[in-house]
């Protein structure tokens, strides 16, 4: 049992990697939350490879900042908040107006939450 689950960690640290790296070339998803997802999942099975992420030179300070304190870049935080506002308007135009209460409502909940993050 124990096997399966740290293989069910590995793949969900490498599921959250893949999602991440397309986060990079793709400006609508994100690159560092998934990456802390990822390092998360990897500490639960392969310890090593969850501090190849801490230890990257563009993410890794920022994967080290969320795990040592919590704590959100003011840029990322401006990244987030204005993502998820500019997502209010294009659902509204790509599916309609009911749906368009989804990412209002996300930016309702999430972007006070990020925004208290300490920095």
């Given amino acids: 049992m124990r096997k399966v689950k740290r293989s ?5 640290g490498v599921l ?4 991440g790296t397309i986060g990079i070339f793709l400006p609508v998803m994100p690159t560092v939350v998934f990456y802390i997802a990822a390092a998360w999942c990897f500490s639960k099975s392969h ?10 030179p563009k ?16 840029k990322g935080k401006v990244s987030a908040i ?3 506002s500019a997502s209010i308007p294009f659902t509204w135009l790509v599916v309609g107006f009911p ?10 909940v999430l972007g006070p939450w990020i925004w208290t993050r300490p920095e």
């Fill in 82 to 84: 204005l993502a998820m």
């Fill in 99 to 108: 749906l368009a209460f989804i990412p209002t409502g996300v930016l309702a």
């Fill in 47 to 56: 310890p090593e490879w969850a501090e190849r992420l801490y230890n990257h």
């Fill in 16 to 19: 959250f990697v893949a999602l």
């Fill in 8 to 12: 069910i960690w590995m793949l969900g």
């Fill in 59 to 74: 993410h890794g300070p920022h994967l080290v900042a969320w795990r040592d304190r919590r704590a959100i870049s003011r």
